[in-house]
T-cell receptor, first 114, second 112 residues
Framework: AQSVSQHNHHVILSEAASLELGCNYS??????LFWYVQYPGQHLQLLLK??????LVKGIKGFEAEFIKSKFSFNLRKPSVQWSDTAEYFC????????????FGTGTKLQVIP | NAGVTQTPKFQVLKTGQSMTLQCAQD?????MYWYRQDPGMGLRLIYY???????DKGEVPNGYNVSRLNKREFSLRLESAAPSQTSVYFC???????????FGSGTRLTVV
């Protein structure tokens, strides 16, 4: 079964700091990867996704992620965070074999201090 | 507004009671899912329905049942609630060609 690891459980940054959240997955074949964001008290929203092509994927709100196949990684980045980025971030990978099943990581809580 | 609608938003049950969580989507998506979210454990798949008429177990199906009533609706039933089922439940859907979930707003369930 596919697995996803998010190394940082809780990250605290000051506004304007740069962000990088780690994500590693276990499957070695063709992968579809996602980052979701959950703002306090809200449901998950898709931030960005990778299927093929350019390994640097740009998403909404200035976020981007880089797919590095050799490292089984899909790290999320943002050059300058804002207080409004305070949220929990989930990495996810589509299970191979169809049916759109996705395995989620345990999440990283980001707190941005003004 | 197009999206995934879940009801109820909050529920408190006593141990042993039963209830059904409702989910409906109006995006003509084929696949629907039920996840539970617990602190430190991320989202875990309970059941999913790849298409109308089919359902399959996910990672944590014990204590739950589901019904894919039609293409729009996918309900989750707790037959005899237990405190371990205290959680936030999310329904999600996706089309066959759109690789990304649309989530509902969640149901916060407390079993006492």
């Amino acid at each position: 079964a596919q697995s996803v690891s998010q190394h940082n459980h809780h990250v605290i940054l000051s506004e304007a700091a740069s962000l990088e959240l780690g994500c590693n997955y276990s499957y070695g074949g063709t992968v579809n990867l996602f980052w979701y964001v959950q703002y306090p008290g809200q449901h998950l929203q898709l931030l960005l996704k990778y299927f093929s092509g350019d390994p640097l994927v740009k998403g909404i709100k200035g976020f981007e992620a880089e797919f590095i196949k050799s490292k089984f990684s899909f790290n999320l980045r943002k050059p300058s965070v804002q207080w409004s980025d305070t949220a929990e971030y989930f990495c996810a990978v589509k299970d191979p074999g169809g049916y759109q099943k996705v395995t989620f990581g345990t999440g990283t809580k980001l707190q941005v201090i003004p | 507004n197009a999206g995934v609608t879940q009801t109820p938003k909050f529920q408190v049950l006593k141990t042993g009671q039963s209830m059904t969580l409702q989910c409906a989507q109006d995006m003509n998506h084929n696949s629907m899912y039920w996840y539970r979210q617990d602190p430190g454990m991320g989202l875990r798949l309970i059941y999913y329905s790849a298409s109308e008429g089919t359902t399959d177990k996910g990672e944590v199906p014990n204590g739950y049942n589901v019904s894919r009533l039609n293409k729009r609706e996918f309900s989750l039933r707790l037959e005899s609630a237990a405190p371990s089922q205290t959680s936030v439940y999310f329904c999600a859907s996706t089309s066959a060609t759109n690789y990304g979930y649309t989530f509902g707003s969640g149901t916060r369930l407390t079993v006492v």
